[in-house]
């Protein structure tokens, strides 16, 4: 038998660098109670968000994540021709085939990267960070971009009460590379296909061409918040075990910017002592999905309140339902 050749990597992966991009224009909590029987007051104390930003005219997903790419690729040092792999997680691109990847990629002048999407919801970016890490330590790829990117204003019902007021649009991305130590932990990850009518697509396309009504995003608000502040609590604490880390010794709580509420459920859950620095941007941008997370992570840092070095947990989990972690040291 012959024998073939195995590719070798980098006996480790980090991320090099982020970047982040969030549309222009702003929406508070009372221009969206002009659509919905609801409160300021109701949506901040329920799920922290105080405004959120939505696509505004000449905007799009494919220019937030330029935006955002353009940023990660610039900090990482690098130029467009040492990227070998383009990852975009994100539902909400509105082509069945081809991907968002590829033409994006074209767009930012990598050439003949391999270039993919990944549909994980809200654990996209995790995901993402996942395949990146194993590829360059495989030695299938060098430096891998990921982003993680939604426009769910495009896909929100603006008159359901269940939904409106929560989801929103954004792009963030990083570099991952190969590196002398490790900087991304072992990813904790699974699904539960029991619960796909957590969170769904109202309508598939097939039906939606033949009823005439756009698809919108449904979300049984309950069971989300059960899983999330019971089984997702148990999986972000196996990340810090897997990866070898007591709660002293972590430093930022990036989980995906749901809800303040289950932020605060997981941090009671997971002991995080008070000098933690945890990401709340879900004030400032609503829960823009596959984006909150690498959002969040560039506005600790650029803020100052996160420094690059310092050991973070991540967690994201939604649609599918899906889930996806890991603590990686900040770029
Ligand atoms: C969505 C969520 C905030 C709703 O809160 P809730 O407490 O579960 O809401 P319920 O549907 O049980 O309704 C409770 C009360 O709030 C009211 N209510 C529901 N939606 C409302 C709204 N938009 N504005 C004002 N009141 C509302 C209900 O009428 C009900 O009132 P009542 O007690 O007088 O009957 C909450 O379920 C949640 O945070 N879920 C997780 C969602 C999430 O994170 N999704 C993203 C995952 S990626």
């Not at 490790?182 to 699904?191: E, H």
């Not at 420094?307 to 339902?321: D, E, H, N, P, V």
């Amino acid at each position: 038998m012959t024998t073939l050749k195995a590719s070798t990597g980098s006996p480790y992966a980090r991320i090099l660098s982020v970047g982040s991009a969030v549309p222009s224009r702003v929406l508070d909590n009372e221009y969206m109670c002009q659509f919905i029987d609801s409160s300021d007051e109701w949506i901040t104390q329920r799920t922290g968000i105080r405004e959120r930003r939505w696509l505004a005219e000449g905007e799009s997903l494919e220019s937030l994540c330029l935006d955002a790419a353009t940023t990660a690729i610039a900090r990482a040092g690098l130029t467009a021709s040492e990227i070998d792999a383009v990852l975009v997680s994100t539902v909400s691109w509105y082509h069945q085939t081809p991907a968002l990847a590829p033409s994006l990629a074209t767009r930012l002048g990598i050439t003949d990267a391999a270039a993919y999407d990944i549909s994980a919801a809200c654990a996209g970016f995790c995901y993402g960070l996942a395949q990146a890490e194993a590829l360059v330590r495989a030695g299938q790829a060098r430096h891998v971009l990921v982003i993680g990117a939604e426009t769910l204003s495009q896909m929100t019902d603006i008159t359901d009460r269940a939904t409106a007021f929560l989801f929103a649009d954004g792009a963030g991305a990083v570099v991952v590379g190969p590196s002398q130590t490790n900087g991304i932990g072992p990813v904790v990850w699974g699904s539960d296909g029991e619960q796909t009518d957590a969170i769904w697509q109202t309508n598939d396309w097939k039906h939606a061409v033949e009823q005439g009504t756009w698809p919108s995003l449904g979300m049984n608000g309950r069971a989300v918040f059960k899983w999330a502040t019971s089984f997702i609590a148990g999986a972000a604490s196996t990340c810090l075990e897997r990866s070898g880390i007591t709660p002293e010794e972590l430093d930022v709580f990036i989980p995906h910017q749901a809800n303040n509420r289950i932020t605060d459920t997981l941090l009671r859950y997971l002991k995080l002592p008070e000098k933690v620095v945890v990401a709340r941007t879900i004030q400032h941008y609503g829960n823009n999905s596959a984006a909150s997370i690498p959002i969040a992570m560039d506005a600790l840092l650029s803020s100052g309140e996160a420094k690059s070095g310092q050991t973070a947990l991540m967690i994201g989990f939604g649609a599918g339902l899906v889930y996806a972690g890991q603590v990686v040291t900040l770029p």
